[in-house]
């Protein structure tokens, strides 16, 4: 086995996606579904968002295995390894936009929400067509959608997860974090936003069947 090179499309699409839920933290208008499950993980726990998100990603592996998704474990360690990079990009990402493009301003932080979620809907779409490793709440994304044939209702089932567990510590600690007006517009629309830029952007062909990972383990 040689040794691989990075793909620089995988770069970029991770890149992307910490970019665009930096910018929804720092609107701190409503995350998108799981980072706001991580931003109230972060109020009951000592963690960063990052750190957080590193956690859930590797918990979904359990149920994406459910979902009747096989991984070798070298499949596992290479999510794992872009999972830690990921959340380490989503802290150094919102601690920049905390220095540079923090504002008070409601329609720049409707700014920031609008960009975020159209990032993170451009990442998945590149990340998707790159047949790679993906980060393992992708593949859980992915299994969803296969399983519907739609990332639109793909996505809205795989994202009540994060909302459920969001809104059982809000209620526990009778305040909310990171639920919002953002989380709602990313729940309904970012399938949406995925399938329209799987129009424009071409890797390669997007398949609801081309999760690539191996019938073992």
Not at 34 to 49: D, H, R
Request: aromatic share 12%.
């Amino acid at each position: 086995m040689g040794i691989q090179r990075v793909n620089p499309w995988v770069v970029l699409s991770i890149s992307l996606n910490a970019l665009g839920n930096s910018f929804m933290i720092t609107a701190n208008l409503g995350s998108s579904p799981w980072t706001s499950a991580g931003q109230n993980l972060v109020s009951i726990m000592p963690l960063s968002i990052g750190a957080a998100i590193i956690l859930f990603n590797v918990s979904s592996f359990v149920l994406s295995y459910v979902l009747k998704v096989r991984f070798t474990l070298w499949t596992i360690v290479k999510s794992i390894v872009l999972s830690f990079v990921f959340g380490l990009f989503i802290d150094v990402f919102v601690f920049l936009l905390g220095l540079i493009f923090a504002s008070e301003n409601i329609w720049i932080r409707l700014l920031y929400l609008v960009i975020g979620i159209n990032l993170i809907a451009i990442a998945l779409s590149i990340h998707f067509q790159c047949n790679s490793v993906y980060l393992p709440l992708d593949y859980l994304l992915q299994a969803f959608a296969k399983l519907k044939k739609s990332y639109t209702i793909g996505a809205i089932l795989c994202m009540s997860i994060p909302l459920s567990i969001s809104i059982s510590i809000c209620l526990f600690q009778h305040h909310v974090t990171g639920v919002g007006i953002g989380t709602i517009l990313f729940v309904l629309g970012v399938g949406f936003l995925i399938d329209r830029y799987n129009q424009v952007i071409f890797i390669n062909k997007p398949s609801y069947s081309s999760m690539k990972v191996d019938d073992s383990l």
